[in-house]
């Protein structure tokens, strides 16, 4: 399945930590959709796309959404402040079968979906339909039709995240196994300084050789 991974121009300087850890965690190939090209060296698996010139906030999804429309019926989307602390789940494999799924709109990776509203019916977690963050940008797997129904233009990453639940007739959901274990990169009020919390101490002696904001 496709990954895709985005960058904002002001977030060039968490790549080397989330290429370090993306190749010794996951190691796929995968897009890295952006806009000015990063300095650092892109890692052997990753494929460069460029936007064009990066515009206001509220023109990420404008931008955005032609490269997504170009896109798979299904694909992992993700974005370049995902760290990861522990190999991605072996299952992560099957959970692919969701395409099986009737209009399943996004399997979230991580364990946001339990952090609110949800039903378990014994196989996946099903976010309520009313649940605040059924668009959460945390790494999962998308449907491209629902994506594309809120992925609208003019809007900011925060915009798009925030909009009013709807009963759409989508599903969103995920598992108590689930399969990304990552912290968010940066700390809340201070995107120059990374969250190491929870980390192997080798992740984080190698990460203190490549760069001084943690």
């Given at each position: 399945m496709?990954?895709?991974?985005?960058?904002?121009?002001?977030y060039?300087?968490?790549?080397p930590v989330?290429?370090?850890?993306?190749?010794?965690?996951?190691?796929?190939?995968?897009?890295?959709v952006?806009?000015?090209?990063?300095?650092?060296e892109?890692?052997?698996?990753c494929?460069?796309?460029?936007?064009g010139?990066?515009?206001?906030?509220?023109?990420?999804?404008?931008?955005?959404?032609?490269?997504?429309?170009?896109?798979p019926?299904?694909?992992?989307?993700?974005?370049?402040?995902?760290?990861?602390?522990?190999k991605?789940g072996?299952?992560?494999?099957?959970?692919?079968?969701?395409?099986?799924?009737?209009?399943t709109?996004?399997?979230?990776?991580?364990?946001?979906?339990?952090?609110?509203?949800?039903?378990?019916?014994g196989?996946?977690?099903?976010a309520?339909?009313?649940?605040?963050?059924?668009?959460?940008t945390?790494p999962?797997?998308?449907?491209?039709?629902?994506?594309?129904?809120?992925?609208?233009?003019g809007?900011?990453?925060?915009?798009?995240?925030?909009?009013?639940?709807?009963?759409?007739?989508?599903?969103?959901?995920?598992?108590?196994?689930?399969?990304?274990?990552?912290?968010?990169?940066?700390?809340?009020?201070?995107?120059?300084?990374?969250?190491?919390?929870?980390?192997?101490?080798?992740?984080i002696?190698?990460?203190?050789?490549?760069?001084?904001?943690?």
């Amino acid at each position: 399945m496709k990954i895709i991974v985005t960058t904002s121009d002001n977030y060039h300087h968490l790549l080397p930590v989330f290429f370090y850890l993306y190749g010794k965690y996951w190691g796929e190939p995968f897009d890295l959709v952006g806009h000015a090209k990063p300095e650092c060296e892109l890692p052997h698996n990753c494929t460069w796309v460029s936007l064009g010139p990066q515009g206001e906030k509220t023109d990420f999804s404008t931008q955005l959404r032609p490269y997504i429309d170009d896109q798979p019926e299904w694909f992992v989307w993700m974005m370049e402040d995902t760290f990861l602390k522990e190999k991605v789940g072996i299952q992560y494999s099957q959970k692919t079968t969701i395409k099986d799924m009737f209009f399943t709109g996004r399997c979230d990776l991580t364990k946001d979906v339990q952090s609110r509203q949800f039903s378990d019916n014994g196989l996946c977690l099903t976010a309520h339909p009313q649940s605040r963050y059924r668009l959460s940008t945390q790494p999962s797997i998308w449907n491209k039709e629902f994506l594309l129904q809120y992925l609208t233009p003019g809007l900011s990453p925060w915009d798009f995240e925030t909009q009013d639940p709807k009963d759409d007739g989508w599903k969103v959901i995920s598992f108590y196994d689930y399969p990304v274990k990552h912290n968010e990169g940066v700390r809340r009020f201070d995107t120059k300084k990374l969250n190491l919390d929870g980390m192997c101490q080798e992740d984080i002696d190698y990460i203190k050789t490549i760069t001084d904001k943690w």
